[in-house]
C-alpha cells in the first residue's frame, strides 16, 4: 500500500517505520525541513535499534529505508495515497485544517485516518467531503512493539473503510478492537481511572507504592504495576488524559492533586528520570 503519515513526532515516527517494516510504501509528511529531519532521524533510530536487538537484518534494514521517503510538499506526497495516517498535534483546529487539506490534495478514494486520543472523529471528519473514508487508528506508544490498535468509526464510516483499515493494521501484525467515537475510546477510559486510584492509595496511605505495584503484578498478572505503567506512559500524558476525560464525563476522572503536583516539580516519569520512581 502507499501510506503517508502525517507528523513525524513520537506516534508518526512509529507508525511510520512499523509501515515501512511490514513492507508498505511511507511518505512522511512535516511541516518543514528541519521537523521533517528529526522526523526521519527518529525512524532511523528505530531501524538502528531493532536492528542491533537481532529484531531485523541488515537487508531488512536497507530495505525499510528505502520504503520511507519524507517530503514537505502534501500534494506530492498524498497524490497516489492508499491510506493516510494522520499524527500532528492534539488539536482539533489543527487536525481540521490537517483533514481539510488532505481532503483536496487526496484520490478521491483514500482512507485517512487520525491517530487522535481524544477528538471526535466524526467532527474530524467534518471537515473532509468524504467523511464515509475517514476513521480513527489509535496506535500505542512505542508504536512498533505495541501489538494493539483502536479502530473508532466516525457517525458515517463506511464498512468498506473499516475493512480496508482493519486489513492494513494486520498486515502490520497488530490487532484491532473497535471503539465507538467516545472519549478514551476502552483502554484509556478504563486505564487513567485504574492509574488515578492506584495514586490516591498511595496518597491516603493505604500501601507503599512498591506493595501497590506488587499487588497488580502478582494479583492481577499485570506485567508492570500502575505506579511504574504511570511514570512509563508521562505522568504529564496521565494528568492531561484525565482532565479530557474529566471535561467530558464529570469527576469521576478528577485528578488526584499529587499529579499535579508532580508534573509541577517536573516529575514527568521515565523521560525525566524521576517520577514514582527514580530512574
Ligand atoms: N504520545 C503518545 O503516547 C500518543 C499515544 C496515542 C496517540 N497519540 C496521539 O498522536 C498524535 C501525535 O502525538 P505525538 O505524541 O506523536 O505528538 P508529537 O508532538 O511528538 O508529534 C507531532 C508532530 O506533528 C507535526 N505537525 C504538527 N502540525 C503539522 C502539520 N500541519 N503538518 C505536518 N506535521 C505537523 C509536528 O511538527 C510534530 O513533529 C496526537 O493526536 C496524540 O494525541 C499520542
Redesign the pocket.
Given at each position: 500500500m502507499n501510506v503517508v503519515v502525517?507528523?513525524?513526532?513520537?506516534?508518526?515516527s512509529g507508525i511510520a517505520y512499523s509501515s515501512a517494516a511490514s513492507g508498505h510504501i511511507v511518505t512522511v509528511?512535516?511541516?518543514d525541513q528541519k521537523?521533517l529531519d528529526q522526523?526521519m532521524r527518529r525512524v532511523d533510530d528505530y531501524v538502528e535499534r531493532n536492528l542491533s536487538r537481532g529484531h531485523i537484518n541488515k537487508e531488512q534494514a536497507s530495505k525499510i529505508h528505502s520504503n520511507v521517503k519524507g517530503t514537505v510538499d502534501f500534494a506530492k506526497a498524498c497524490h497516489n495515497a492508499d491510506l493516510v495516517v494522520e499524527?500532528?498535534?492534539?488539536d482539533p483546529r489543527?487536525k481540521e485544517?490537517?483533514f481539510a487539506t488532505l481532503d483536496k490534495v487526496c484520490p478521491k478514494n483514500t482512507i485517512l485516518a487520525s491517530?487522535?486520543?481524544?477528538i471526535s472523529i466524526s467532527k474530524i471528519a467534518s471537515a473532509t467531503k468524504r467523511p464515509q473514508h475517514v476513521l480513527g487508528l489509535?496506535?500505542?506508544?512505542p508504536v512498533p512493539t505495541m501489538k494493539l490498535v483502536e479502530l473508532i468509526k466516525g457517525e458515517r464510516t463506511s464498512p468498506d473503510a473499516v475493512k480496508a483499515a482493519t486489513t492494513f493494521v494486520e498486515t502490520l501484525g497488530k490487532t484491532v478492537v473497535q471503539s465507538a467515537d467516545k472519549t478514551g475510546f476502552i483502554v484509556n477510559r478504563a486505564l487513567m481511572p485504574f492509574i488515578n486510584e492506584s495514586v490516591k492509595l498511595l496518597e491516603e496511605n493505604v500501601a507503599t507504592r512498591d506493595d501497590i505495584d506488587k499487588a497488580f503484578l502478582l494479583g492481577t498478572n499485570h506485567p508492570m504495576g500502575p505506579l511504574q505503567l504511570a511514570d512509563f506512559i508521562g505522568i504529564d500524558?496521565v494528568l492531561s488524559t484525565l482532565k479530557v476525560l474529566e471535561a467530558e464525563f464529570g469527576q469521576t476522572f478528577t485528578p488526584t492533586p499529587i499529579l499535579e503536583q508532580m508534573v509541577k516539580e517536573g516529575k514527568l516519569g521515565r523521560k525525566t528520570k524521576k517520577g514514582f520512581y527514580d530512574y
Open positions: 502525517v507528523g513525524a513526532g513520537t506516534m508518526g509528511v512535516e511541516q521537523l522526523g499524527a500532528v498535534f492534539e489543527i485544517q490537517v491517530n487522535t486520543s481524544s489509535h496506535f500505542f506508544n500524558v
